[in-house]
T-cell receptor, first 116, second 111 residues
């Protein structure tokens, strides 16, 4: 009964070669997030979707893009990965605040990206 | 802006010792507060939460009380186990669909 599922768990990509990470959820939450987490650091928010509305963080590089084709799926596209983009990428979801209920974010297990 | 400050690690304890990990926050309103735990190579799991002042969150022997007067949400456990070894993140959310995390505290419990 996994709720937020990320694929793959481990991804190796070549320097400059586009890569896509995927996330799916069974919670039917309106909000989906992508975080980048480097070793021994806090997760850093890249962007989030409220339904189909995309919200980019001001300091997220243009190299990072995202797509959300429907409620259940969200993708992170890295157009030209650099060595500095090697990190754990975490997908999360949360409920619409106006629906009430739980306020926490639910995280997937993450995708560890290696750039060679 | 909003922020979360938590004590630096690593924290190393013997099994059955008492644990405290300090967390303080800065927020303009009335945030919800969370503790997440991250095991090696895994995502973040919610450990406990509190949504208003004086609420106490608890789970698996861990507790934290939302203290508005001291803007704190310290994590405690009376008797830690080796299996509690992980990184613990304090976080807040203030209704903007953003979760702000502290830098994490690594806990190592020795048998």
């Amino acid at each position: 009964d996994a709720m937020v599922i990320q694929n793959p768990r481990y991804q190796v990509t070549q320097f400059g070669k586009p890569v896509t990470l995927s996330c799916s959820q069974t919670l039917n939450h309106n909000v989906m997030y992508w975080y980048q987490q480097k070793s021994s650091q806090a997760p850093k928010l890249l962007f989030h979707y409220y339904d189909k509305d995309f919200n980019n963080e001001a300091d997220t590089p243009d190299n990072f893009q995202s797509r959300r084709p429907n409620t259940s799926f969200c993708f992170l596209d890295i157009r030209s990965p650099g060595l500095g983009d090697a990190a754990m990428y975490l997908c999360a979801t949360s409920r619409d605040l106006f629906q009430g209920g739980s306020t926490e974010a639910f995280f997937g297990q993450g995708t560890r990206l290696t750039v060679v | 802006g909003n922020s979360v400050t938590q004590m630096e690690g690593p924290v190393t304890l013997s099994e059955e010792a008492f644990l405290t990990i300090n967390c303080t926050y800065t927020a303009t309103g009335y945030p919800s507060l969370f503790w997440y735990v991250q095991y090696p190579g895994e995502g973040l799991q919610l450990l406990l939460k509190a949504t208003k002042a004086d609420d106490k969150g608890s789970n698996k022997g861990f507790e934290a009380t939302y203290r508005k007067e001291t803007t704190s949400f310290h994590l405690e456990k009376g008797s830690v186990q080796v299996s509690d070894s992980a990184v613990y993140f304090c976080a807040l959310s203030e209704g903007t669909y953003k979760y702000i995390f502290g830098t994490g505290t690594r806990l190592k419990v020795l048998a």
